[in-house]
């Protein structure tokens, strides 16, 4: 006890190297448990980008694969689900909602998924939380399209605005289907998740940027074709009910008669307008949905042909298996379905490496502060040796000068770890919402578990075992000064 | 016969090093005031050293109160200097960070059997009359970096006395002291280790001290390592 005593006392004694001292390692420690806090976040939000869906089916493939692509918008399939399998596997009685996905086209670097409403009301993620609107409202026609959060952020683009897509993944975005825009009908609120970074169309929509000629195919036709004798015009304008005629400013008038369109169309029967033209003839021109589009079929006319995967709500947890089992087994189309808490944690366990070099840099930092400690101790060691010389006067022995120094350290480092632990906690509860909000991770703060303790307790283990080093050093002096240290 | 301290043959060497001590015989009867003196560098020090028991001797016996120290363990050393002996240092006795009473309660917390030597009294109490007795009496509470020397010196004499060790070993306590309190210093010593009945070997270059002990020792007459 005496030796506790004289250990705390030196300390203060020495106040300023030994609140340096404390403060490297508390910090180095809040380092580590910070670390490991924002690791556990980041594993908490990335399990969490999608919640309550059951599974997630595509076709036959990687798990790992059709997990990037159908969740996180990375990769392309290299096959889709035909609508009647997805129709037949989302009327299975033990199915209660399924989201389809069409995907495989972009915007400016920004995939384009073609869903349903049904992606509006089953979609969850981070435990639960919905798809909401920031601004505008849901896409539901043909041609309207809703952005995620950084989609409309990044490109600048506002309601209203019209877009080309893409078919393919290409960074270009221009020349393709231009004819066929789409307008911006609203924009998500931000959620952290790769849905910000999606463009949303209807399924519909999605088909239509398929169709090569910029024409919905045949309807017996099974599959698009260009060049055929369906209603496709060269140049991309189509005009299926030819009873509508919109006129332009250099053409009114004469409303039944065609109208060029860039010298284009003399033959068809139509007249079609550019959209910044006005148009006189209000009650004559119909456009589809007050768009201006030149294109003027409704989405009652495509039919949906495929989705590319497809996620699913149980009615019941329990038949997960089951279900999974049987669309594995699916002989009419080589199909999977994966569980997405399993795959997502298959991935995270892929991502290991990173996490075990993390925590090493981490681990060398604490033992750098433990060092600062070793060295700061040690040289106070040559100041010290007339106390040294005074305690084994009054009868302490060598393994006593021993024992204040390692209890010297142990506390040093024991002050260190409990001062990291509440400096993590003051941090985290000073900087969770600015980092939730900044950088949508959230880090729970959750009373100091079993990992901490450990930690706690490594750092004092290597405190004690570091203050052998200056202790052994003045075990060894004492040994040899005997009374007759000269100051 | 109750020598407090009886030498034979101790042949002392630091290390690998030449011999520094080399004494054949030296006796000491209980109650006795020793003045030990010799030139710089004749091994004062390190006899201090050993008689404490925090040098062992390389060779020879080495009893005190009647224990061999020579074949007792580091430990059991230790523990034997914490109980029967007062060490008094030429100059920095005191801990820097403990308190007065702390430097003088120093040698009972640090060992049972010293403590056990208070009669019953408390440390504090002990401590307390002690310094009276030195005339440190109002300082207890001070600091020890907030004393003059001869301050310090009395602080440390205190220490050396607390407990009533049998032998108080003091190596130039008062060199750093001026006369006067060189004389005064001595007086209390002398009167705290009779109250205590203790024996005293007190080092001094000072010879004008001389007189005041009951007997002088000259080391290079007993230590044939200098010779
Ligand atoms: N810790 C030590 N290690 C090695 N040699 C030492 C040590 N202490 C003292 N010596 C040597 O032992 C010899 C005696 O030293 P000691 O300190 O006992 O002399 P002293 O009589 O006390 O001198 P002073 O009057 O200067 O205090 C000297 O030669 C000294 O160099
Ligand atoms: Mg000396």
Redesign the pocket.
Known sequence: MVILDLALKSLRNRAFSTSLTVGSIALSVALMIGVENVRMGMRESFSNTISQTDLIVGTKGGTIQLLLYSVFGLGSPTENVSWEAYRQWAEHPAVAWTIPYSLGDSHRGFRVIGTNQDFHRHYRYRGGQEIALAEGRANVDLFDVTLGADVAAELNYALGDEIAVTHGLGEVGFLNHDHMPFTVVGVLAKTFTPVDRAIYVSLEGMEAIHWEGGAPPASDDEHVHDETDAATADDGHVHDEADAATADDGHDEEADAATADDGHDEETDTATADDEHVHDEADEATADDGHDEAVDFSIEDVEVRQVTSFFVGMTSRRDVLQLQRQINDFENEPMMAVIPGVALNEMWQGLGYAETGLRLVTIFVVLVGLLGMLVSLYTSLNERRREMAILRAVGAGPNRIVSLLVLESVCLSAAGAIGGLALVYMLLSAGQSFVEAQVGLYIPIRPPGSIEFLYLAAVVTAGFVMGFVPALKAYRTAL???L?VRV | MSFTVDVRRLRFR??G?PW?LDIPELTLERGTRAFLF?P???????LLGVLAGVLEATEGEIRVLGEDLASLSGARRDAFRAEHIGYVFQMFNLIPYLSVLDNIALPVRMHAGRRARLDGKGVKETAALLAEHLQIGNLLDNQVTELSVGQQQRVAACRALIGAPELIVADEPTSSLDFDRREAFLDLLFQECERAGATLVFVS?DRTLEGKFSRTISLPDINKALR
């Open positions: 040899h000064d005997g007759s | 630091y290390g090093g520094v010799g710089s560098g004749s091994g004062k020090t390190t270059h």
